[in-house]
């Protein structure tokens, strides 16, 4: 996305798109307002109907579900990186596809949790989504588990075991992509099989 | 140039600021390294950006793969880091 403000500066950032692949009509982008940042307060707190934003995209073909994919899909978030998954999700939905899908989303508190209403209906509908929140700082009250970071315990109890071949999703800060990419290795998955998008600032400085 | 310090991301963050010069999607291309023969997707390399342009590095040795930097209105791209880039070309079709 390029904004330009009057007096001709620019600045580009690249966002996720959370809408289902396919879907026509609308793009629905998600930012996380960063309090330092020079777009992101922008585009939260200001941006308003009938302003002009230059998008071009979608861009990137390899952190992508395709609908015709029928194995299993362990999807592991850490914070915002929930946002591409959940556009894995929704085109999951539209596409009718009943591909056994696992979210494993580690998340700080319980307010951050992204799109809580929405997972919890796909995880009570037919063919749900098995979903589980691991809470790093602070857990709801009476939570089994007491806050930490997803550690081996939790991947071997509520993620697809590496004999079912999953395909896994893993997008988030570095060191959390790091992290569960390298417990998935140590759980027996094909790193071949671990797909990654580590996310953070992509502003460029011109 | 630590790799345990987390202060890089990945080759899906250079999507955009590539697709300027690339007609097709450079995530899922395939690169060798020239310094230790590892192929792989470029969306897995190490991914450098605060600098004045990107900076790529293969995520087995480290070694720099790709470097990309705006000045003005020209693009300086440097792959000698790799000893092929391999693109799928059905996606122009």
């Known amino acids: 996305m390029r904004l330009t ?45 009938g302003d ?11 952190f992508v579900w395709h609908s015709e994919q029928t194995e299993p899909i362990q999807l592991i978030a850490g914070g915002s990186g929930i946002v591409p998954l959940m556009a894995m999700l929704r085109s999951r939905s539209s596409a009718g596809s ?3 899908f696992r979210l494993l989303y580690s998340v700080r508190v319980p307010e951050a949790v992204f799109y809580r209403d929405e997972l919890q209906a796909l995880s ?11 809470y790093t700082r602070t857990a709801p009250k009476d939570w089994p588990r007491p806050p930490g970071r997803i550690d081996a315990d939790l991947i071997t ?50 | 140039m630590s790799s345990d310090t987390y202060d890089y991301l990945d080759g899906n963050a250079a999507a955009g600021e590539l697709s300027k010069i690339f007609a097709m999607d450079i995530t899922a291309a395939e690169g060798q390294c020239a310094h230790c023969g590892a192929t792989k997707r ?6 450098y950006m605060q600098c004045p342009g990107i900076v790529a ?3 087995a040795c480290d070694h720099v793969l790709l470097r990309f930097v705006n000045v003005g209105q020209r693009v300086f791209l440097d792959l000698r880091g790799m000893t092929y880039f391999s693109l799928d070309t059905s996606q122009l079709q």
């Open chain 1, 5 to 49: 403000a009057a007096d001709g500066y620019s600045a580009v950032r690249s966002y996720s798109i959370t809408s289902a692949a396919h879907f026509k009509g609308l793009v629905e982008l998600t930012v996380e307002r960063l309090p330092d940042g020079e777009v992101s307060p922008y585009l939260t707190q200001q941006v308003a109907i």
């Open chain 1, 52 to 62: 002009r934003l230059e998008l071009r995209g979608p861009i990137g073909g390899w």
């Open chain 1, 98 to 100: 009943t591909a056994p």
């Open chain 1, 124 to 134: 009570d509908r037919d063919h749900p989504v098995s979903l589980t929140y691991a």
């Open chain 1, 157 to 206: 109890n509520v993620t697809w075991p590496s004999n079912l071949v999953p395909t896994c999703y893993v997008c988030g800060p570095t060191s959390f992509v790091e992290s569960a990419a390298g417990l998935l290795i140590n759980c027996g998955h094909n790193p071949d099989k671990i797909r990654t998008e580590r996310f953070g600032p992509t502003g460029d400085r011109r």
């Open chain 2, 42 to 47: 470029f969306a897995e390399a190490r991914l």
């Open chain 2, 57 to 59: 590095r293969c995520a």
